[in-house]
């Protein structure tokens, strides 16, 4: 435990030491700051059913930021190592391959939150300022940010994995970028394609991220997205402890 | 301290190693010798648990360096080829990291730190960024870290390449001066520094080992020949036939230098004919300006034994 919880703080540690965090953290906050202030204005133009909290986290402003974060911050976590060589040194080591992936996984994750929190106080200012909810129930705040951290784990687990690939951040980053806007439409293939035989739709349903969030901000937390984030997430990580070895022994 | 027992390492139809077999004992300091490619570093590499070993076995004071692979590497110090380091980091801040992932418990971290930035010179510079640091300074941080948790075991691959001849003397230094106590295995190709350093020489070539010895030994026992220089006023004598059949002299080659002539001997292996040659000249009444015997160095040596196929 205390080998992970080592791994972990230089984890955390090293985005710091490096101007993206930075970079991403400003950016980051700039476009959801616009994005809320949009939302108000709009609403305060058209009154609408949708919640501050529903119309924070529907648009394309919203979406465009979140899936571009994730090859930003997990693109380095391998790719660097093997590039630097510093792989041979971690690996040598006493640490086991599983406190590796776990405490690159967990770095990322934790910066992840850091990005996110600051949203927190968005809505917790609306409902000072205004004296008004920000949702339905309190109920929906869990279920979004709930939703957050499960969608969040498991694209940080596949850039992970995108990194542990190769050792050029920039490939890193193209897989992870396409394979994570390809996890997002997914959910918009029976619209396109005109698919209406119930099972498939379903199927598609299950796995649409938009369709996640739309449900969960309005606070209806349903399970089966929980099982499908958690465990597709142990999957990745899992293929990136093989992956790991696998480049570990074959160096 | 290490024990190699049939090691054998393929790679993709290569074979990297094939069938070693070797000990070090405890205090010993270990040259590994051999030209590029010969194995030096996938041995290192399975030593330290980076690579598996297709097959045969390794055990670092007695870990399986495969099954117990945690335990050996606790035993030993590791500055891989290269000297990778993450230079976002500051020096004191990279080695309190590399100590604690290798167990060093808190109440000591800064007693062992403080040791091996003093004992490898890096005060000056322990709060710049290692990505700021000349090469030589980046060497003496990889070290540092290879021995923070006081290592039993130190393994060094190449660690003076790169280095200029005065940094290079410090990290002999060094390494010199952390025998006795650990053990050490140090790959290289600079030849003095071996003779200096190192109590014992293993030479590998092809993936096999071809000699292991103490430095003394193997020139002593190599086959390499010696050569020897004669100049000398010879008059109208064929001097170099007369040479030539002295006992222990192989061929002669000569050149003419004004009135004197330059002869150049190639002995057999271990042979000095020294005095016959002085005996012959007196004999002769030749005028003798320069006899001089050059010794076989371990650069023969290491010729001789990785030399082509032989």
Redesign the interface.
């Known amino acids: 435990m ?2 992970f919880l ?2 972990l ?2 984890e955390v540690k ?1 985005f710091f ?2 101007p993206i965090a930075y970079v991403v953290l400003f950016y980051f906050l700039f476009l959801s700051g616009f994005n809320f202030y949009s939302q108000i204005a709009i609403m305060n133009g058209f009154p609408t059913e949708v919640t501050v909290v529903e119309a924070f986290f529907m648009p394309a402003l919203f979406w465009f930021p979140f899936v571009l974060s994730f090859p930003l911050i997990t693109m380095r976590v391998y790719s660097e190592e093997f590039r ?6 971690l ?6 391959d599983w406190q590796v992936v776990l405490s690159k996984f967990f770095g990322v994750f934790i910066f992840y939150i850091i990005l996110w929190a600051p949203t927190l106080i968005f809505f917790a200012s609306f409902e000072h300022i205004t004296g008004k909810m920000a949702v339905h129930a309190a109920g929906a705040y869990w279920g979004t940010y709930l939703l957050l951290l499960l969608m969040g784990g498991f694209f940080v687990s596949v850039g992970c994995l995108a990194s542990a690939l190769t050792k050029d951040q920039i490939n890193a980053a193209t897989i992870s970028f396409t394979t994570i806007t390809l996890l997002l439409f997914l959910g918009f293939i029976p619209d396109i394609a005109n698919i209406t035989a119930p099972g498939i739709k379903d199927l598609f349903s299950y796995v649409s991220c938009i369709q996640h969030m739309q449900d969960f901000s309005k606070g209806i937390i349903d399970s089966r997205p929980i099982v499908y984030y958690l465990s597709m997430t142990a999957l990745m990580s899992y293929l990136t402890l093989q992956v790991f070895q696998y480049r ?2 074959k ?1 | 301290m290490i024990k190699v027992e049939n090691l054998t390492k393929r790679y993709a139809g290569v074979t990297a190693i094939n069938n070693l077999n070797f000990e070090v004992e405890k205090g010993e300091i270990v040259g590994f010798l051999g030209p590029n490619g010969a194995g030096k570093s996938t041995t290192m590499k399975i030593l330290t648990s980076y690579l598996p070993a297709t097959s045969g076995r390794a055990t670092i004071a007695g870990y399986d360096v495969f099954e117990q692979s945690i335990e050996a590497r606790r035993q030993l110090g590791y500055l891989p080829e290269n000297t990778p380091l993450y230079t976002d980091m500051r020096v004191n801040e990279y080695l309190r990291y590399r100590a604690a992932l290798k167990g060093v418990p808190g109440r000591k971290m800064k007693q062992a730190v403080g040791d091996v930035i003093e004992l490898c010179n890096l005060r000056d510079v322990e709060r710049k960024l290692i990505g700021a640091l000349s090469k030589g300074y980046r060497q003496r941080v990889g070290l540092a870290d290879a021995l923070v948790h006081d290592p039993q075991l130190l393994i060094l691959d190449e660690p003076t390449i790169g280095l200029d001849p005065n940094q290079i003397r410090q990290v002999r230094e060094l390494i010199k001066n952390l025998g006795g106590k650990r053990t050490v295995l140090i790959s290289t190709h600079i030849l003095p520094e071996v003779e200096m350093m190192c109590s014992r020489v293993i030479v590998i070539h092809k993936g096999k080992i071809r000699a292991s010895d103490t430095a003394e030994n193997l020139l002593k026992n190599q086959r390499t020949a010696g050569s020897m220089r004669i100049e000398a006023k010879v008059g109208k004598d064929n001097a170099a036939a007369d040479l030539g059949r002295l006992p222990g002299v192989k061929d002669v080659a000569v050149e003419k230098d004004g009135d004197f002539s330059n002869f150049q001997l190639r002995l057999e292996a271990n042979a000095d004919p020294s005095e016959e040659v002085m005996q012959l000249a007196m004999n002769r009444h030749w005028t003798v300006r320069e006899l001089t015997r050059r010794r076989p160095t371990l650069e023969d040596v290491f010729v001789e034994l990785t030399h082509s196929d032989s």
Do not use: C, D, H
Request: aromatic share 12%; hydrophobic share 30%.
């Open positions: 205390k080998t080592t791994l703080n230089r090293s030491y490096s630097m060589g510093t792989f041979e040194t690996t040598t080591a006493p640490v086991q570990k022994w160096a």
